[in-house]
């Protein structure tokens, strides 16, 4: 089978976790999980979200909050070729897959299979959110940590090709240009009131960001056009 990461990009992964403290160690996905855990109970309740899995999850510091704060009958678990404690991939699809900012750091060359690997992961639903500016960090070659930057359209067309059902809405950064780009992406359109829900109760539409690459850029002036007298 193809494998999701090379094992030069895998290292290199490795060694920033084990250099860097502060990559992959948010509990809350930048303030885009802050509600999660209030939003998959409510699936739950509904019948519908019983696993999830946090797929490229980093040193595991979302799964850790989500398993303190959801009932044990939620089964939750993660996955991260680069981390050594999530390395193991589940063989069964979950219930709701959530998927945090990772995608911006696969190989060009590994995206489809990526995304492939998400789509047969995925039960019901999934949570996507993918960084559009450029990282912070850096690998050890020199390069961005976000080594694959493309487009809004870009992700959904490549997304849609593989889920028939998708939603998708910019997270603005405080300087009013996009920083992420969040999909929900579901099977079958009878998924899609339960997804739709899901979204609502995780509380994001309004969210900005603040800081990164973009913390230092002017605010855009109004382009409304003011009447002259």
Not at 25 to 42: F, H, K, S, Y
Not at 43 to 51: A, D, P, R, T, V
Not at 70 to 97: F, H
Not at 194 to 202: G, Q, V
Request: glycine share 6%.
């Amino acid at each position: 089978m193809a494998q999701v990461i090379s094992e030069e990009q895998r290292r290199l992964n490795q060694a920033l976790h084990q250099q860097n403290n502060a990559f992959g160690n948010r509990a809350d996905g930048a303030g885009l999980a802050t509600q999660l855990p209030i939003a998959l109970l409510r699936m739950h309740e509904l019948g519908i979200c019983n696993s999830v899995l946090d797929y490229g999850t980093g040193k595991g510091k979302l799964v850790e909050r989500l398993r303190h704060e959801l009932p044990q009958s939620i089964a939750v678990n993660g996955y991260d070729p680069a981390v050594e404690a999530y390395a193991n991939k589940p063989s069964t699809p979950v219930d709701i897959l959530t998927c945090l900012d990772v995608l911006e750091h696969i190989e060009m060359e590994s995206i489809d299979l990526v995304l492939r690997d998400i789509h047969a992961l995925t039960r019901h639903f999934c949570y996507l959110v993918i960084d559009l500016q450029p990282a912070v960090k850096k690998l050890a070659d020199g390069r961005n940590a976000h080594i694959l930057l493309a487009p809004p359209e870009w992700w959904t067309t490549r997304i849609a090709q593989l889920f028939p059902c998708i939603a998708t809405f910019p997270i603005y950064h405080s300087s009013n240009l996009p920083q992420k780009l969040v999909v929900a992406a579901a099977h079958k359109p009878e998924q899609l009131t339960m997804m739709y829900s899901f979204l609502i109760k995780l509380k994001i539409f309004k969210f900005r960001m603040g800081g990164g690459t973009l913390g230092g850029k002017t605010k855009p002036q109004s382009t409304k056009s003011k009447s002259k007298i």
